[in-house]
C-alpha cells in the first residue's frame, strides 16, 4: 500500500453530494419534472434546452443555422477535442484560426480568415469573456456560437456571456462550473432557428429509472476519485506518462444522442442560489494568487472584476518544470489541453497554420482556484508558487 504523505488540492471541482444523489432518488420516485426557468433571468428573451453536454449543443446549434454540407466553421485549435468532433457530427469542417494571448480567438487572423467562413465558434477560454465588440465588428451576419463551456456567469460589459450571438452553449460535465454530474445548456437566441432544433432534441431517448440512478452512483464515485485523498492516491498509483497519454485520447461525440439525465435538472435548481456565492469566491481566490504572483510569472487577469475564474492561468516557458514541482508538492496543477495540436491535426490542422497557437499550447498552467479550496490551500499553493520564482529566478 502506498503511504500517501501529503493530500493533492483537486484542480477543479468535481463534487456530487449525496444531497444530489438523493434528489435524483427523490426525483425519480415523484416522477417530478426539472423546471428552469430560473434560467430566463440570465439569457432573457432566449430559448432555452438542457442537453447532454454542451458537445450535443453544438453540434446542433449548427445544424439550426442550416448549413449546406461540409460548410466551413471558424475554431481556434486551443480548445476542447469534443468540439471538433461536435463540427464532424454536424457534417461540418473546422478552419483553424489563431489565438491571442488571453487564449480567444486573435483579430488578425480573423480578419483574413473570415471570407471563407459559413459559422464562427468563440470560446470564452477559462471563463475570460473574448473581445465580443471586435468580433462583432468583423462577424457581421456570419452565424455565431459562444462556447460558454468555462465560462458560467461570465460578463462582458455587464452582460452574461451566451447572450451576444445566435447560440450559445455551457457545460456542466466532469470538473467545469458548475458541478452538476454532466450535461449542458443550448441557448438559441435566433428564434425563428430554434424550434426545428427543440422538436429534435425532445425526441430524443430519454433514461430510465435504472440509468438515472447509475448515473447518480457513478457521478458520487467519481467525485469521491477527485478529493484531496483521492487525487493524491492516482498522482502515487499512477504515472505521469500514464495521465498524459489518457488525456491525449480525443473526446469523441456520443453514438447515441440522448435526453440528458433529469438529476442534472434538480441539481441545477437547487444549487441556482448559491451558485452566485460559488462564483465570487472563485474570482475572489483567483484573484489572491493573481494578485501575490504577477510581478514573477505571466498571469491571465479577468478583466471583469464580476466574470466567473475557471482557474488561475498563467504562461511560462518552464511549464512543465512548475508543473511537476507543484505536482509534487500537493497543488493540482494542470497542462489543460496540452494535446490540442495533435487533436487538431486529426481534423485537418496543418503545422504551422497557427503560430501563436503553437507556441501558447506548451505554456499554458492551470492552478486551482475553484470555491472547494479553503484557506490553507490558498496558503499553501502562494508558498509553492514562491518558492519556485525564488529558485528559477529570471527563467519563468
Ligand atoms: C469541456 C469543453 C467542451 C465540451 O463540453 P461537454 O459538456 O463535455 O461536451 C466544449 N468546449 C470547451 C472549451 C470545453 O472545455
Request: charged share 20%; aromatic share 10%.
Amino acid at each position: 500500500m502506498v503511504a500517501v504523505r501529503q493530500t493533492m488540492i483537486p484542480r477543479f471541482n468535481y463534487s456530487y453530494s449525496l444531497r444530489d444523489t438523493w434528489d435524483c432518488i427523490t426525483g425519480q420516485l415523484f416522477n417530478k419534472k426539472p423546471n428552469a426557468s430560473y434560467l430566463n433571468d440570465l439569457f432573457p428573451g432566449a430559448d432555452i434546452y438542457f442537453v447532454d453536454s454542451a458537445r450535443v449543443g453544438i453540434k446542433y446549434a449548427l445544424l439550426a443555422f442550416d448549413l449546406k454540407p461540409g460548410a466551413q466553421i471558424g475554431i481556434q485549435p486551443y480548445t476542447c477535442s469534443s468540439v471538433l468532433a461536435a463540427i464532424a457530427a454536424a457534417n461540418c469542417k473546422p478552419v483553424f484560426i489563431d489565438i491571442n494571448e488571453q487564449l480567444s480567438l486573435d483579430y488578425d487572423d480573423l480578419q483574413r480568415k473570415l471570407p471563407g467562413l459559413d459559422a464562427l465558434i468563440v470560446t470564452h477560454t477559462f471563463g475570460i469573456p473574448a473581445h465580443i465588440t471586435q468580433i462583432k465588428q468583423l462577424s457581421g451576419q456570419l452565424p455565431v456560437i459562444e462556447d460558454c463551456a468555462h465560462a458560467f456567469h461570465s460578463r462582458y460589459e455587464g452582460v452574461h456571456v451566451g447572450n451576444f450571438f445566435d447560440a450559445a452553449v455551457f457545460s456542466f460535465g466532469n470538473g467545469k462550473f458548475p458541478s452538476v454530474g454532466s450535461g449542458g445548456l443550448l441557448v438559441i437566441n435566433r428564434k425563428k432557428s430554434s424550434e426545428r432544433v427543440g422538436a429534435v432534441l425532445g425526441k430524443l431517448k430519454s433514461s430510465g429509472l435504472i440509468r438515472e440512478l447509475t448515473f447518480a452512483g457513478r457521478r458520487f464515485i467519481n467525485a469521491l476519485i477527485h478529493t484531496r485523498v483521492g487525487e493524491s492516491m492516482l498522482y502515487y498509483l499512477l504515472n505521469e506518462n500514464f495521465l498524459s497519454s489518457k488525456s491525449q485520447q480525443l473526446s469523441g461525440y456520443p453514438t447515441h444522442e440522448r435526453q440528458p439525465y433529469r438529476s442534472v435538472g434538480y441539481a441545477m435548481q437547487r444549487q441556482f442560489t448559491e451558485l452566485k456565492s460559488m462564483s465570487i469566491k472563485q474570482r475572489e481566490n483567483a484573484r489572491y494568487l493573481i494578485d501575490g504572483h504577477n510581478r514573477h510569472y505571466k498571469m491571465l487577469a479577468n478583466v471583469d472584476d464580476t466574470g466567473n475564474s475557471f482557474a488561475v492561468v498563467l504562461l511560462s516557458q518552464r511549464r512543465n518544470e512548475l508543473y511537476s514541482f507543484l505536482r509534487k508538492k500537493g497543488v493540482g496543477a494542470g497542462k489543460h489541453f496540452q494535446h490540442a495540436k495533435s487533436w487538431a491535426m486529426q481534423f485537418g490542422y496543418q503545422q504551422g497554420e497557427c503560430p501563436n497557437f503553437e507556441q501558447i499550447v506548451g505554456e499554458v498552467l492551470t492552478i486551482p482556484c475553484h470555491y472547494g479550496l479553503i484557506q490553507s490551500d490558498l496558503r499553501k499553493i502562494d508558498q509553492h508558487l514562491t518558492d519556485f520564482a525564488q529558485t528559477n529566478k529570471s527563467m519563468l
